[in-house]
């Protein structure tokens, strides 16, 4: 596609449940991040991807938190037993390589844990 | 915590009018970039600026950098009412070999018609 494309847009879900988030990224993009946003506030940094290195995970916020990149180029965010604190909306971006700087960002996916 | 942090937290103008906004930050830094992200919508890259650069323009977007004060500052000139948004400062710092941003907590900007 011709921007970065995320899934569910929003995903409403129990606490206890979970839920897996896709990132679907631009085409060619080397470097996928996950980003979390809690309401009104700032991007918290969760996990970056670059290439087949090891994944940068040291914003992932428990270990309930995890994800992966399938053929360098999908990705997928797991939350296993969702609390509400999880309850956010989570940005996914791209870039063409880490060098470049510029990150281009999905529309996120809004969750919220009741 | 986070690298970058902007004020105003929050600045209202009119139409028509300026907007500055600025932004610290704590370590060395590789590049220093703008977002702008709308209400409910994923972010939009604005400007970068080089840590050997001290100033760039782009459009009605002016960036300033001083490294020695480690802050940044944006100032949209002519502001319109569709320039509303939050607008974030990003860093990536000094001697990293991967392109790891760090946000700050964003400024609110609303721009009455």
């Known amino acids: 596609g011709a921007g970065v494309s995320q899934s569910p847009s929003n995903k409403v879900t129990e606490k206890g449940k979970d839920v897996e988030l896709r990132c679907d990224p631009i085409s060619g993009h080397t470097a996928l991040y996950w980003y979390r946003q809690s309401l009104g506030q700032g991007l918290e940094f969760l996990i970056y991807f670059q290439g087949n290195s090891a994944p940068d995970k040291s914003g992932l916020p428990s270990d309930r938190f995890s994800a992966e990149r399938t053929g360098g180029s999908v990705s997928t965010l797991t939350i296993q037993r969702t609390q509400q604190e999880d309850s956010a909306v989570y940005l996914c971006?791209?870039?063409?390589?880490?060098?470049?700087?510029?990150?281009?960002f999905g529309e996120g996916s809004r969750l919220t844990v009741l | 915590s986070q690298q970058g942090e902007e004020d105003p937290q929050a600045l209202s103008i009119q139409e028509g009018e300026n907007a500055t906004m600025n932004c610290s930050y704590k370590t060395s830094i590789n590049n220093l970039q703008w977002y702008r992200q709308n209400s409910g919508r994923g972010l939009v890259h604005l400007i970068l600026i080089r840590s050997n650069e001290r100033e760039k323009h782009s459009g009605r977007l002016r960036v300033t950098l001083d490294t020695s004060k480690k802050s940044s500052s944006l100032l949209i000139t002519a502001s319109r009412a569709a320039d509303t948004a939050s607008y974030f400062c990003?860093?990536?710092?000094?001697?990293?070999?991967?392109?790891?941003?760090?946000f700050g907590q964003g400024t609110i900007l609303t721009v009455h018609p």
């Open positions: 971006a791209s870039s063409v390589s880490p060098n470049t700087g510029e990150l281009f």
């Open positions: 990003a860093t990536i710092a000094g001697g990293t070999s991967y392109g790891k941003l760090t």
